[in-house]
């Protein structure tokens, strides 16, 4: 059905004077519980449609978007669609895909990216949420828990386009999730554990999560700033790929087009310590971040962004690819009501051949960050300023929990000063293992 209304969309484009135009319809339903001291808290069932239509006139492009599938909506959407074309400015970047362009594979098959078992009901969702909070709960030093949650949903996603592409592909995702708080007053501290996977049966155990959550809380009890000065900081792979993240945003197309990036004169230079690649797979089975085709109907490959430490390119759908005079490197991403931007899929940072426990015994004094809080990020300088919380280290072994403090320092000298741990979790999106960074400057008592 999904197809149909995609094509429906731009025939009604066509007719109410087009020039060209995409379509993106997502069909999806999402069903999530949350308990709270052993009681249901809120239960929630989503199923809708959501249609989106792009429009060229000329140069000129409009989005609209709509959840109304009735023949005299799409004909109204693409008339207003037209309409406001005709009226934007010309943007001499716009425009699909040519034919010979399009990526071959119109589907996700051999990706497994949908779970064909039973969608789970409430009543087991709950039951999920149930187990993890008791899990949490029952362990020592906890003083509450915040949340438990379980979800679930299914979605399938068609884009069709006037220049001849049709492709789509469905996916699932499973969650569990549990905050669990240690303390009073003044002296709460707070942490969670939480797992997804497209696959229900790969899910780890809800009892597991819950207890993760827990015993995370509890080893903050107790929590004080630690000093300040310069020291090495050792992020831990739950919060790791922000690190690279700040990267990946620096490479993206829309900031180099803008020239707003401090990485913008970096291409061919080192940027990560030499041995080190970050490498985009978008074709990993069974990952949440696969996509078979990006949002523009090209292809999909496996590249690197970084090869031994130096910059091999940015990451372009076809308008940012057109600014800079270079080819798109199928990164389109969109929603039903805007018109395509560069995005990532799944990256991979090379491992390194130490434990985390390695690289703390290592580290001497230091600090081990297990949760980050707000940013400040220059994009123009890499000028980098983020609150966080995790353990102090001494003489290579954890002291104590620490919050209230920030860490601070420049992003193209920090990447240059990365040492990777082996512990990347396989079934992420972003396999990017703990990272050690040395000569932070740090705030706190």
């Given at each position: 059905?999904?197809?149909d ?6 025939d009604?484009?066509?007719a ?5 135009a ?5 069909d999806?339903?999402?069903v ?12 929630e069932?989503a199923e809708?449609?959501d ?16 959840s ?5 909506t ?5 008339e207003?669609?037209?309409a ?14 040519d034919?010979?362009q399009?990526s ?27 187990r993890?909070?008791?899990a ?10 915040d ?9 399938q996603?068609c884009?069709a386009?006037?220049?001849g ?6 996916r ?10 240690t ?8 942490d ?23 015993e995370?809380a ?5 929590s004080?700033k630690?000093?300040s000065?310069g020291?090495?900081?050792?992020y831990d792979?739950?919060i790791s790929?922000?690190l ?10 829309s ?10 004169d970096?291409?061919g230079?080192?940027v990560l310590p ?8 978008p ?11 990006d ?15 130096v910059?091999?390119g940015?990451v ?6 057109r ?5 798109s ?5 969109r929603?039903?009501?805007a018109p ?6 799944n ?7 130490q434990?985390r426990d ?12 297990t ?16 609150g ?36 990347a979790?396989p ?9 050690l ?6 705030a706190?008592?």
């Amino acid at each position: 059905m999904t197809f149909d209304l995609a094509q429906a969309l731009l025939d009604a484009a066509r007719a109410a004077g087009a020039d060209a135009a995409d379509a993106i319809v997502i069909d999806g339903t999402s069903v999530s519980i949350d308990v709270r001291g052993g009681r249901l808290e809120h239960a929630e069932r989503a199923e809708g449609l959501d249609l989106g239509l792009r429009v060229l006139v000329g140069q000129r492009q409009a989005c609209v978007s709509s959840s109304d599938a009735r023949p005299e909506t799409m004909a109204l959407m693409a008339e207003r669609a037209v309409a406001m074309a005709r009226e934007a400015p010309e943007d001499p970047f716009a425009g699909l895909a040519d034919p010979d362009q399009l990526s071959a594979r119109r589907d996700a098959d051999g990706l497994e990216l949908f779970d064909p078992s039973d969608e789970p009901d409430p009543a087991q969702l709950e039951d999920d949420a149930r187990r993890a909070e008791a899990a949490a709960q029952g362990v020592a030093g906890v003083s509450q828990v915040d949340q438990a949650s379980a979800a679930y949903s299914a979605r399938q996603v068609c884009l069709a386009a006037s220049n001849g592409f049709q492709g789509g592909y469905a996916r699932t995702s499973r969650h569990v999730s549990c905050v669990a708080i240690t303390g009073e007053g003044t002296a709460m501290e707070r942490d969670w554990s939480s797992e997804g996977r497209i696959f229900q049966a790969d899910l780890p155990s809800t009892e597991s999560i819950g207890r993760e959550a827990g015993e995370r809380a509890a080893q903050r009890a107790g929590s004080r700033k630690p000093p300040s000065g310069g020291y090495p900081v050792l992020y831990d792979e739950r919060i790791s790929a922000s690190l690279i993240g700040h990267l990946t945003s620096a490479i993206n197309g829309s900031a180099i087009a803008r020239g707003a990036s401090w990485l913008r004169d970096a291409l061919g230079q080192a940027v990560l310590p030499a041995g080190m690649d970050l490498i985009e797979d978008p074709l990993r089975a069974r990952i949440a971040g696969t996509r078979p085709f990006d949002a523009e109907g090209l292809e999909t490959r496996r590249r690197a962004l970084v090869q031994d430490g130096v910059l091999q390119g940015w990451v372009l759908d076809l308008a940012t690819a057109r600014k800079l005079g270079l080819h798109s490197t199928a990164n389109a991403a969109r929603g039903p009501g805007a018109p395509p931007s560069p995005s990532l899929s799944n990256i991979v940072l090379t491992p390194g051949t130490q434990s985390r426990d390695d690289l703390i015994r290592d580290m001497g004094t230091g600090l081990l960050v297990t949760s980050l809080i707000g940013s400040t990020i220059n994009p123009n300088t890499g000028d980098y300023s983020r609150g966080a919380s995790g353990f102090w280290v001494e003489n290579g072994e954890i002291a104590y929990p620490v919050n209230e403090c920030t860490i601070a320092g420049n992003l193209r000298d920090m990447l240059m000063r990365l040492t990777a741990a082996n512990d990347a979790r396989p079934h992420l999106s972003r396999l990017v293992p703990s990272l050690l960074v040395e000569g932070l400057t740090i705030a706190g008592s």
